[in-house]
């Protein structure tokens, strides 16, 4: 949707309701703890207007304003390296932000037999991948293209989080899907903390599909069985 962004005039005159805005999250070992430096917009129909940063204001970081006079009830856009993008309803004089961390990590997939579960391969330099991800909650949300040898990053929320995940694994020597994984995904806040690399296990279908009616049984798999593939193609993590 195409939002106008306006900063000093028309529409987002800062001369409505006094708003004070504290955003929060986990910080030095403490969660809960009100940021500083936090970039906070507001959102209103077709506009986007910058209303400020929480900074340092009588010991606490916040950030005291005026909404803009043309909007009621829009939505607060709070942002910072580190955090998730975070998005609420204002609701009053007063709103609280609370912002969960994210984490930057390397990528790679590895890939399972259908009938051999337990035997972890590499993907053939053939091979690519295509994922979307996104959280039950609806808060976060990434796609991701994945092709054996070339770096490639996900950033995650580091909280105890369930995942919706659509994984496709493409054969692009034959044009042909032949794998991948379709389902929940739990990732814990504590296997996340010490890591550097997460590992995707996604179902491999042999042999490759050669027909229309192979690649409606791929998809059908994928879909009907994924609680019979998912236990053990957990995600892996290494440091």
Same mark, same amino acid.
């Given at each position: 949707i195409f939002k106008s962004y306006e900063?000093?005039?028309?529409?987002?005159?800062?001369?409505?309701?006094?708003?004070?805005?504290? +955003?929060?999250?986990?910080?030095?070992?403490?969660?809960?703890?009100e940021l500083d430096e936090v970039n906070i917009s507001y959102?209103?129909?077709k506009y986007e207007c910058v209303l400020g940063q929480t900074q340092a204001d009588a010991g606490i970081f916040r950030l005291r304003t005026n909404l803009p006079s043309g909007c009621n009830n829009g939505f607060l856009i709070a942002e910072k390296a580190g955090y998730l993008k975070t998005r609420v309803q204002q609701n009053g004089p007063y709103q609280e932000i609370?912002?969960?961390?994210?984490?930057?990590?390397?990528?790679?997939?590895?890939? $399972?037999?259908?009938?051999?579960?337990?035997n972890a391969k590499a993907l053939d330099p053939w091979d690519s991948v295509v994922m979307h991800i996104e959280s039950v909650d609806g808060e976060y949300e990434t796609y991701v293209d994945y092709t054996p040898g070339t770096e490639s990053e996900i950033e995650l929320i580091l909280e105890d989080t369930k995942y919706k995940v659509d994984i496709m694994m493409y054969d692009n020597l034959d044009n042909?899907?032949?794998?991948?994984?379709?389902?929940?995904?739990?990732? +814990?806040?504590?296997?996340?903390?010490? +890591?550097?690399?997460?590992?995707? $296990?996604?179902?491999?279908?042999l042999p490759k599909p050669f027909t229309m009616e192979d690649n409606v049984a791929i998809a059908k798999y994928l879909i009907d069985d994924w609680k019979i593939y998912s236990g053990p193609l957990k995600p892996t993590f290494e440091s």
């Amino acid at each position: 949707i195409f939002k106008s962004y306006e900063t000093n005039s028309g529409f987002c005159n800062n001369d409505g309701q006094e708003i004070d805005i504290r +955003a929060k999250g986990y910080s030095d070992g403490y969660q809960g703890v009100e940021l500083d430096e936090v970039n906070i917009s507001y959102d209103c129909f077709k506009y986007e207007c910058v209303l400020g940063q929480t900074q340092a204001d009588a010991g606490i970081f916040r950030l005291r304003t005026n909404l803009p006079s043309g909007c009621n009830n829009g939505f607060l856009i709070a942002e910072k390296a580190g955090y998730l993008k975070t998005r609420v309803q204002q609701n009053g004089p007063y709103q609280e932000i609370d912002l969960k961390s994210v984490k930057m990590f390397n990528l790679t997939f590895v890939k $399972h037999p259908k009938n051999d579960l337990s035997n972890a391969k590499a993907l053939d330099p053939w091979d690519s991948v295509v994922m979307h991800i996104e959280s039950v909650d609806g808060e976060y949300e990434t796609y991701v293209d994945y092709t054996p040898g070339t770096e490639s990053e996900i950033e995650l929320i580091l909280e105890d989080t369930k995942y919706k995940v659509d994984i496709m694994m493409y054969d692009n020597l034959d044009n042909t899907i032949y794998g991948g994984y379709k389902g929940n995904l739990s990732i +814990a806040r504590y296997d996340l903390l010490n +890591a550097d690399t997460i590992v995707l $296990h996604v179902v491999e279908s042999l042999p490759k599909p050669f027909t229309m009616e192979d690649n409606v049984a791929i998809a059908k798999y994928l879909i009907d069985d994924w609680k019979i593939y998912s236990g053990p193609l957990k995600p892996t993590f290494e440091s």
